[in-house]
C-alpha cells in the first residue's frame, strides 16, 4: 500500500520535533540534527522535515511505494500525465537510498514518487541539492529535487524572492 508523503523545511528542528510529535501523538521514526521523520499510520503519511538553507514550508509532496511493483503502477500513472519526468536510481536523500521518479505539477510544485532500499549517511549527495541552491525556485522545490524537471518563470521567480 502506498504511503503519502510531505516534507517541509523548518527553521528550527528541535522546536519543530516538539510540535510535530505532539501533534501526531508520536516521536519520529528518524531522528538526526537536522532531520526528522514520522512514519504514521493513521493517516498514513511520511511526514519529514529538515533544516537547511532551502525555503522555509513545504518543500515537496510525493508517493512512496512499498515495493517495485507499487513503484511500478505509479510511474505508469505519472506518464500519462503528460509532464516531464526525471527518474533517479540508487538517490541519496533524506537519509535514504531511494529509486525515484521526479515531476513537477503545472505550477512547480515538486513530487516524487519513490522505493527507498536502505539508510543512507548522508542528508543527501544528488547534483540537485547544489543546483537548486543557486537557481530561485519556488519554495515548494525540494532540496532533493533535480533542476530539470521545471524552472520558474521569471515572473514567479522574482515573486517567490518578494520582488
Known amino acids: ?13 528541535d522546536a519543530s520535533i516538539r510540535f510535530y510529535s505532539t501533534l501526531f501523538a508520536a516521536e519520529p521514526t528518524v ?22 538553507d532551502n525555503p522555509l514550508g513545504v518543500q515537496h509532496l510525493g508517493i512512496q511505494a512499498e515495493n517495485e511493483d507499487e ?3 505509479v510511474y505508469d500513472r505519472l506518464s500519462g500525465a503528460e509532464r516531464p519526468i526525471l527518474e533517479e536510481k540508487g ?5 535514504a537510498k531511494s529509486d ?8 512547480g510544485v515538486a513530487w516524487e514518487t ?8 548522508v542528508f543527501g549527495d544528488s547534483r540537485a541539492i547544489s543546483e537548486l541552491r543557486e537557481m530561485s ?27
Not at 512514519?39 to 533544516?51: D, H, T
Request: glycine residues 2%; negative net charge; aromatic residues 8%.
Open 91 to 95: 538517490a541519496a536523500c533524506c537519509y
Open 1 to 13: 500500500m502506498t504511503r503519502f508523503h510531505v516534507h517541509v523545511g523548518v527553521e528550527d528542528i
Open 137 to 163: 525556485v519556488r519554495p515548494s522545490a525540494c532540496s532533493c529535487a533535480p533542476v530539470e524537471l521545471e524552472k520558474p518563470s521569471t515572473a514567479t521567480a522574482a515573486a517567490c524572492r518578494g520582488i
Open 31 to 52: 531522528r538526526k540534527s537536522d532531520y526528522a521523520k514520522w512514519m504514521l499510520e493513521n493517516p498514513r503519511v511520511n511526514f519529514a522535515i529538515s533544516q537547511s
Open 114 to 121: 519513490f522505493l527507498t532500499h536502505e539508510e543512507a549517511t
Open 71 to 73: 513503484l511500478a503502477e
Open 100 to 107: 525515484k521518479q521526479w515531476v513537477a505539477d503545472p505550477q
